[in-house]
């Protein structure tokens, strides 16, 4: 494809369909269509539903929130609502309601449990839908008193004001005051603490998901804003417009092995995807290609660009240090995420690495929970997850056809009849030999940077971070975006129901769920702690202009200075026809074990390379121990024969 035919591409592609044409079919006057790259249906006025099948919408929600939602009993609690009746008193009433009204009133009651696990939608013509801005709206400065800019540009040709560039002060949105305009938003939005929803509030001012809410009320947004340097007030008209971003060939598929072990807010995921072909056109269109992925000058190549980015950044004071943004866990296949995750930090420095989870919506809970063994020596426990105690839940565990996803859970469910326990026995949904199958691969200190847009499996990743003790957590706001479960889609209810006295019937074509089915909880120091609602909270930190405009340059030198803290060590091991090399630097002692049996005793060691035997021809893993001042550092392991 020649640089123009590439260019009218992705212009066409991150031009979209203007909201008008997509809701009436109607071109604007005088203005010629554009058609979003992915394959577009063609909208239309949607088959009605009868009385019966919305009866049908609502009976199956009924059974589903009352009997498997695992948020059930801590919503009714802080939020003194009750979807269970909220629906029953819908029922008497369906029937009379509008198209309209009906899916709004369904689309109200799921969103008031301010859970982005547990949606409603409606349409197939909304799903994968976005609607958006050609522009980016974040703040900087104190939680009470922020200030909105645009941070990003993209197609400055649709928007028509050469004054409106990145880094304008905005002041107000349809004549409203923009800090007020985010707290109206922020009403509507899922989160359990004020901050989580303000962040989804600013950032649905611009992208907004089609499939899990209604359409913006407005063809087009009058927005106020000065320039960075200027007092005069501007304003500007822009109209909404919508793309269709499609997924990454690295994500996960439906129907896949994991199908069932997904902790993710879809709605995010599609916003995030849209974020990525609005500003990082060439990045969104190599990877359709399936080839390895270089953002810009500086990231290194990566077959998993819509998860993974790396590079160095400049630290005067110790050097070089490594900096790995993990967009999102949506992966198809977590040990391919794994091994890309490896090559990546061979070839980052190793004096210390700033994990970036900001914006993450989740994905896989595998990916997110194996990737921590890579940066500690200690042992990973895994997030626990349990399932609300039902007659329902009881059947769906009872039945064979769910036997490898369910019957740990079985025992607890049946014991819970006599005891009352409204959840059963919390137990780890990624096997704690998988968390610890490959060890410690990165030698330098680490810290995790997170925000109120780091959800569900990215929740699970920042929680298992701190509880395992890896590093420091930094906080961009209070805390992530608190939320704790694993969630199912319909489908994946109604195949495992299939076999019971709670058979759900297919719903109305078009029309569909998602549900968050266990509830998560933490380990260690915070054992038994729900995330839903509470995040995971750390070293709070304020984001500035700077870090808005120019690549995060002041939370970066933030994440260095307490990296800068931390003693550093190393190890390095290397294995040859007949002897081992251990490199080492910082530690005073070395253990060997080979197929976990002590190999030699213990050496004093101090920095420099160590050359030992090779164990016997039968050994088939080695571990090298390095501890400092009695504390273990540094852990590696080594398949011997091939393995």
């Not at 949607?46 to 059930?72: E, M, N, P, S, W």
């Not at 522009?135 to 645009?150: A, C, S, W």
């Not at 030999?433 to 699970?460: E, F, H, K, M, R």
């Amino acid at each position: 494809m020649t640089a123009k035919r590439t260019d009218a591409f992705l212009l066409n592609a991150q031009t979209g369909r203007l909201l008008s044409e997509f809701l009436f079919g109607v071109p604007s006057p005088g203005r010629r269509t554009k058609i979003s790259a992915a394959a577009v249906p063609q909208p239309g006025k949607a088959d009605g539903l009868d009385g019966g099948q919305r009866l049908q919408i609502i009976d199956a929600l009924i059974a589903v929130i009352g009997g498997a939602y695992c948020h059930l009993v801590q919503k009714r609690a802080a939020y003194a609502v009750d979807p269970v009746q909220a629906l029953q008193l819908l029922r008497g009433r369906a029937a009379t309601m509008s198209e309209g009204e009906f899916h709004l009133a369904v689309t109200s009651i799921v969103s008031g449990l301010r859970d982005a696990h547990t949606r409603y939608t409606g349409p197939r013509v909304q799903q994968g839908a976005v609607a958006m801005l050609p522009f980016l709206v974040e703040q900087y400065g104190p939680h009470d008193n922020p200030t909105f800019v645009v941070s990003k540009v993209s197609a400055p040709e649709l928007i028509g004001d050469r004054k409106f560039v990145a880094g304008v002060v905005l002041e107000s949105w349809n004549s409203i005051p923009f800090a007020r305009a985010v707290d109206l938003y922020s009403d509507r939005e899922t989160g359990g603490r004020p901050d989580a929803r303000r962040a989804r509030a600013l950032e649905s001012l611009t992208f907004r998901a089609l499939e899990s809410g209604p359409p913006p009320d407005e063809m087009r947004v009058d927005i106020g804003y000065r320039t960075a340097r200027g007092r005069t007030h501007h304003e500007i008209r822009i109209p909404w417009r919508v793309v269709y971003p499609d997924r990454a060939g690295t994500s996960q598929q439906p129907g896949s092995r994991a199908s069932r072990y997904i902790a993710a807010d879809r709605a995010a995921e599609v916003v995030r995807r849209t974020k990525k072909l609005m500003f990082s056109g060439n990045v969104w269109q190599a990877e359709r290609s399936g080839a390895s992925v270089a953002r810009d000058a500086g990231w290194i190549e990566t077959r998993f660009p819509d998860a993974l980015a790396a590079r160095a950044v400049k630290n005067r004071a110790a050097g070089d240090l490594g900096y790995l943004r993990i967009w999102s866990f949506d992966v198809n296949d977590d040990d391919s995420f794994i091994a890309e995750a490896i090559r990546l930090l061979g070839l980052l420095p190793d004096s210390g690495l700033i994990l970036d989870l900001r914006g993450n919506p989740g994905g896989l809970v595998w990916a997110a929970e194996r990737l921590l063994q890579l940066f500690t020596p200690n042992t990973i426990a895994p997030t626990r997850f349990s399932l609300l105690v039902s007659p329902l839940t009881r059947a769906m565990a009872l039945s064979p056809f769910n036997r490898v996803e369910l019957e740990a859970w079985l025992p607890s469910l049946e014991a819970a009849v006599a005891t009352g326990e409204p959840y059963s026995q919390p137990l780890p949904l990624t096997d704690p030999a998988w968390c610890n199958d490959i060890g410690q691969q990165y030698s330098g200190p680490v810290v995790c940077v997170a925000d109120p847009n780091t959800y569900s499996a990215g929740d699970l990743f920042a929680a298992g971070f701190v509880d395992n003790r890896i590093g420091a957590l930094v906080s961009v706001g209070e805390a992530t975006g608190a939320g704790g479960a694993n969630v199912w889609t319909h489908y994946d209810l109604r195949d495992a129901l299939a076999e019971t006295p709670f058979k759900l019937e297919a719903l109305p074509a078009d029309v569909g769920y998602t549900l968050a089915i266990r509830r998560a909880l933490r380990s260690g120091a915070s054992d038994g702690l729900p995330i839903e609602d509470l995040g995971i909270s750390g070293i709070p930190y304020v984001m500035t202009l700077d870090d808005l405009l120019h690549e995060n340059r002041d939370l970066i030198a933030f994440c260095n200075g307490l990296l800068a803290g931390i003693p550093r060590t190393a190890m390095k091991v290397e294995v040859n026809d007949a002897t081992l090399t251990v490199a080492t630097s910082g530690l005073d002692e070395l253990e060997t074990y080979a197929d976990g049996r002590p190999f030699e005793a213990v050496r004093k060691i101090g920095d420099g390379t160590w050359q030992l035997p090779r164990p016997d021809a039968k050994a088939m893993e080695l571990e090298f121990v390095g501890r400092r001042r009695g504390e273990v550092c540094q852990r590696r392991r080594v398949a011997l024969n091939g393995r």
